[in-house]
């Protein structure tokens, strides 16, 4: 009797085994290899050192679905022989070998039942009720010399109903009787092939773990006999020490009664240098071999892993004796693979003489670390006992020599002794006479103090106080209770810090109005002030109406300003949405003032108060459409009647008020109607005392709107709706404020020289670049600063730690302290923190930001982002990445402003990126440079003017900053970010260095104040010199 497997079915995961009977008829079987599930923990092992995912992949493509049993009888059976998961490939070679070999043989033949063929029926639909039936029986008789392929179960039963002689059975109980024995044979061959082919694939699995358990066994005992070679070495290293000792004893037998001559110590001498040598050879010869007794160790702890893997093998192998158990009762020929199993018990057991071996050697080899243990004990005794030796030979030269040392110590301190006396004498006599000069200088100051005190102005008070002081007299002035004379006199001396004014306030502090007028009013005039009066009328002033850069532009320039000893106001809308808390003494006037909008007169309700050091007037419109009651600050569908109708009340409120500037200041698109409106109705009223200085901050940004809206607020729409006007290049209807303020104003700037130039073409100009160009004489750009003050680790209260240049110690515990807070790791201290501060917008490069996200994490950094995004969709996206990194360990975005967050931002970061398209001026890169972070620009507007690469060599080293780069694109942005990971790795020292220098770099608005009083004075010169001309 022969076995085969077909070939063809083991591929698709079927195995087939076909018999031929001595009569001639064939009947093939069929069965599955067993699902992966199924397989013993043993070959799960082997799984794991071998497997390819691919190939599995590969394989299960390919699986073929399960054969559907033939009737309703086989049906218990579906949860065995539910669709296996396929095995690795060499599972199923391993297995068709083993069958071909003749591992396996399925007996019992059944008598009556006629030998069939199980075979599948794929992709042909039922036809008839009859071929429903998913499998089809294959009946062949040799002896009527006929092959009946595919034949169904009713054509079997009429064959079967036929005799030997072709007459036909005519009792329906034997056909009956004869179709449940062959349901009955088909059910129990099936089981028998379940049961074979599990064991077929655990007895596969066993030997191919058992090779490579043997493959370990070899490589253990190579390591072993290494290891008895290292312990021979040891042996004899412990002779060698024996000899030592010996050498050791005759020294010191020679030390106790050294004889007299030279020679024998030079002799000595050389001999106590060769045992420092042989002492050193034998020091690395055992720190060798304590490196070999390592991995006798290591050895052991592999050895206890083979012992785990042998008891799982172990149970492999009871459950193969239980599955074999089962199958003896319907398999009687399975003898072959006893006998394997037997072999391979045996072999197990063998497996385990070899265990206990390697445990004897390692234990043999632990014995060997304590000797040698004791016999580093022995070689530093050695060590010690050479040191004495030197020591002793040393001991009496040294004696000598320092008794000489002492001896002309205690001469030069007599020395000095007597030269003390002398010297203290004379400074006792020094003091006395500095006495007598320090008394009788101390009486010529305090009458120089008094004499000064009259004439110099209260430096010691704060802004507050001043600008406080001179709202009060404003008030005065518009509500009409002192000329306006008075209030131009009190100012001046306000402007001053007269010390007259200052204690004439604190006498009437405690009184009533009408005295403290009163009083007032007894001051007279005061010389004219050399300062200039300025004027900012805006949108926004940082902290109380803050949304981007322009409200640190307002506030940082008007206080220094102030510093320079100029007299600064600020004029904003009363936003409902302000930060009330950041103004002090926040007070409405006793007045109203009416302004002109859309043909009516509306009454304004005016608020004085004082936001860092500066007197702002705040202007509440009583107007019905409540333009600054929104909840926000820009964003309305109205905002160009908003701010066209503030542009109006801030000039009818200079107007009323009696002020007459030097400077009037206005930013952005918001407030670029007062330079119209001032030359066109003001100036006519009175109101002529002043320059307009218009900044545009973002060319983006024009305002554009109908040409008809801007006649609401006064202006003349058929006069200015002209392209040498206020008409926009993009309609003949559509007027732009930003075009008119160029147009109208004696000085225009920008936020930085870079971006001036920048505006000038026709990509960055946005369409104003020809008018621009035009009024290029009157056109500078003056690069901003930061408020240096609020922006300061030293001082900042928002801060875990302060810092500065010269203690950098704080800013590693401000970064220890973000990570803890943000919940991110803090494993590694020197792995790098890229901060990103930004509004999410286009002109900011957020596809580069989104970028530099994933490449920061794949250079081994940390990425923290805060800011949010005013469109739509980029707001999703970047809420999916969010959601993306919301526990991982190095990410962490936060969409939304944060002042203190921020602060601790700039603190932690030791990079800053900012990868604008474009980008005016840009504050970040300044306030991130102030608290060490090192600024990763690309290289555009204000940034190319405050940023300068690291590895250019054309740019002095005193001025190099940050990493910049080109192109608005990944490489570009990949090729500074890894420049600078390179630079924070390799040289810890040059990027301290390089947090220093930027530290130290002065981003204040002294030098831009400069520049900005400078263009004040010359236009108020060029004023006074066209005045005089024409009289």
Same mark, same amino acid.
């Given at each position: ?207 191919? $773990?058992?090779?490579? =358990? ?5 490589? %253990? *005992?190579? /390591?072993? !006999?290494? @290891?008895? &070679? ?78 785990? $893997?042998?008891?799982? =093998? ?5 459950? %193969? *004796?239980? /599955?074999? !158990?089962? @199958?003896? &009762? ?82 030069? =301190? ?296 801007l006649g609401s607020c006064g202006l003349d729409v058929n006069q200015l ?281 002065d981003f204040s608005w002294a030098s831009s104040a400069t520049q900005y ?19």
């Amino acid at each position: 009797m022969t076995t085969k497997v077909s070939s063809c079915f083991l591929f698709h995961g079927l195995a087939g085994i076909s018999r031929e009977r001595e009569h001639g008829t064939s009947r093939r079987f069929f069965f599955y290899v067993p699902s992966r599930r199924l397989l013993p923990a043993s070959c799960k092992m082997r799984q794991q050192r071998g497997f390819d995912s691919n190939k599995s992949r590969e394989i299960k493509k390919g699986s073929p679905e399960p054969i559907l049993p033939i009737n309703s009888s086989l049906q218990g059976n579906s949860d065995e022989e539910s669709e296996p998961e396929n095995g690795s490939a060499d599972s199923v070679s391993s297995l068709e070998s083993n069958v071909e070999k003749g591992y396996n043989e399925i007996t019992e033949k059944k008598d009556g039942i006629q030998k069939t063929e199980v075979t599948r029926l794929k992709g042909k639909p039922a036809k008839k009720k009859e071929e429903s039936v998913p499998a089809a029986i294959d009946i062949r008789h040799d002896d009527d010399g006929q092959n009946l392929n595919n034949l169904t179960v009713p054509e079997v039963a009429k064959a079967l109903s036929i005799n030997e002689g072709g007459g036909e059975q005519s009792s329906d109980g034997q056909f009956g009787e004869l179709m449940t024995m062959i349901r009955n044979a088909e059910k129990n061959i099936l089981r028998l092939d379940q049961a074979r082919a599990t064991a077929l694939d655990d007895l596969n699995k066993i030997l191919s $773990e058992k090779e490579a =358990l043997q493959g370990e066994i070899n490589v %253990l *005992e190579m /390591k072993l !006999s290494d @290891s008895d &070679e290292r312990i021979e070495t040891a042996a004899q290293e412990k002779v060698r020490a024996g000899l030592l000792e010996e050498q050791l004893e005759k020294l010191r037998h020679e030390m106790i009664s050294p004889p007299d001559s030279d020679g024998y110590i030079l002799a000595l001498g050389k001999e106590l240098d060769t045992l420092k040598l042989q002492n050193l050879s034998l020091r690395s010869d055992i720190e060798m071999l304590k490196s070999e007794l390592h991995s006798v160790k290591d050895t052991d702890e592999r050895v206890v892993v083979l012992e785990k $893997e042998c008891s799982g =093998l172990e149970s492999s192998v009871k459950d %193969l *004796e239980s /599955k074999f !158990s089962v @199958s003896q &009762e319907d398999v009687s020929k399975l003898s072959t693979l006893k006998t394997e199993c037997t072999d391979l018990w045996t072999k197990v057991e063998n497996l385990q003489l070899l265990l206990d071996r390697a445990t004897k050697q390692a234990e043999q080899a632990v014995l060997v670390l304590q000797q040698n243990q004791d016999l580093r004990n022995k070689v530093d005794k050695i060590e010690e006992s050479l040191k004495e030796a030197n020591v002793y030979k040393e001991s009496s030269e040294k004696i000598q020599q320092y008794n000489e040392l002492m001896q002309h110590k205690v001469k030069l =301190l007599e020395e000095r002794l007597e030269k003390s006396d002398a010297e203290i004498f004379s400074y006792v006599q020094l003091y006395q006479e500095s006495i007598k000069e320090f008394q009788e200088t101390l009486v010529s100051l305090k009458a120089e103090s008094k004499k000064k005190a009259r004439d110099e102005p209260v430096d010691d008070m704060p802004w507050d106080y001043w600008s406080r002081l001179l709202l009060t007299v404003d008030g005065w002035l518009l509500e009409k209770k002192i000329g306006s004379d008075d209030a131009d006199s009190l100012r001046e001396m306000v402007w001053k810090k007269d010390r007259r004014i200052h204690d004439t306030y604190i006498d009437v502090k405690d009184k009533s109005e009408r005295d403290a007028i009163s009083a007032f009013l007894k001051l007279v005039a005061s010389p004219t002030s050399s300062g200039l009066h300025v004027v900012h009328i805006a949108a926004e002033m940082a902290p109380v109406a803050k949304v981007g850069g322009l409200g640190d532009v307002v506030a940082g320039l008007g206080k220094a300003l102030q510093r320079k000893g100029h007299l600064v106001e600020i004029i904003l809308p009363k936003y409902d949405c302000m930060e009330y808390d950041r103004v002090r003494d926040l007070r409405a006037l006793d007045t109203v003032v009416e302004s002109y909008f859309d043909g009516k007169l509306y009454k304004n309700k005016i608020w004085v108060g004082t936001v860092e050091g500066l007197p702002v007037h705040f202007i509440e419109p009583q107007h019905p459409s409540k333009f600054f009651w929104r909840g926000q600050f820009y964003g309305e569908q109205d905002d160009f009647k908003r701010f066209s109708y503030f542009s109006r009340a801030a000039l009818e409120l200079l107007l009323q008020s009696g002020k007459r500037p030097d400077i009037i200041h206005c930013h952005d698109w918001q407030t670029a109607f007062v330079a119209p409106l001032y030359w066109d109705l003001y100036a006519p009223k009175g109101l002529d005392s002043a320059r307009i200085c218009f900044t545009c901050h973002n060319f983006e940004y024009q305002g554009t709107a109908s040409a008809s809206e801007l006649g609401s607020c006064g202006l003349d729409v058929n006069q200015l709706n002209r392209p040498d006007r206020m008409q926009d290049h993009s309609s003949g209807d559509r007027v732009n404020p930003v075009k008119g303020a160029i147009i109208f104003s004696n000085i225009v700037t920008t936020v930085s020289p870079t971006y001036a130039q920048e505006v000038r073409t026709a990509e960055g100009g946005k369409g104003l670049h020809s008018t621009l160009n035009f009024h290029s004489k009157k056109f500078i750009g003056i690069l901003n600063g930061i408020d240096t003050d609020s922006w300061n680790p030293a001082t900042d209260p928002f801060l875990k730690a302060q810092f500065n240049a010269k203690d950098l110690q704080g800013k590693e515990e401000n970064k220890t302290a973000l990570r803890k807070q943000l919940g991110l790791s803090s494993a590694e201290s020197r792995r790098p923190l890229v901060g990103c501060i930004t509004r999410l917008v286009p002109q900011k490069g957020v596809h580069l930001i989104r970028h530099a996200i994933y490449r920061t994490l794949e250079l081994g950094g940390q990425f923290v982002l805060l800011g949010s995004s005013p469109v739509p969709h980029i707001q999703r996206e970047f809420e999916g990445i969010e959601q993306q990194f919301k526990t991982h360990d190095h990410v962490r975005l936060l969409l939304k402003y944060d002042e203190a967050l921020s602060h601790s931002i700039y603190a932690a970061s030791d990079m800053f990126i900012i990868p604008s398209i474009f980008e005016p001026c840009g504050l970040t890169q300044m306030i991130a440079m102030r608290y060490g972070s090192i600024p990763i620009v690309r290289k555009t507007g204000g940034l190319n003017d405050t940023v300068f690469d690291i590895d250019d060599d054309t740019i002095p080293t005193q001025f190099q900053n940050g990493f910049t780069f080109q192109s608005a694109d990944e490489q570009g942005l990949n090729y500074a970010l890894e420049r600078a990971f390179n630079h924070y790795k390799k040289d810890e020292e040059n990027w301290k260095r390089v947090m220093e220098k930027v530290m130290s770099i002065d981003f204040s608005w002294a030098s831009s104040a400069t520049q900005y009083e400078e263009l004040y004075a010359r236009s108020l010169a060029r004023a006074r010199a066209s005045a005089n001309r024409t009289l």
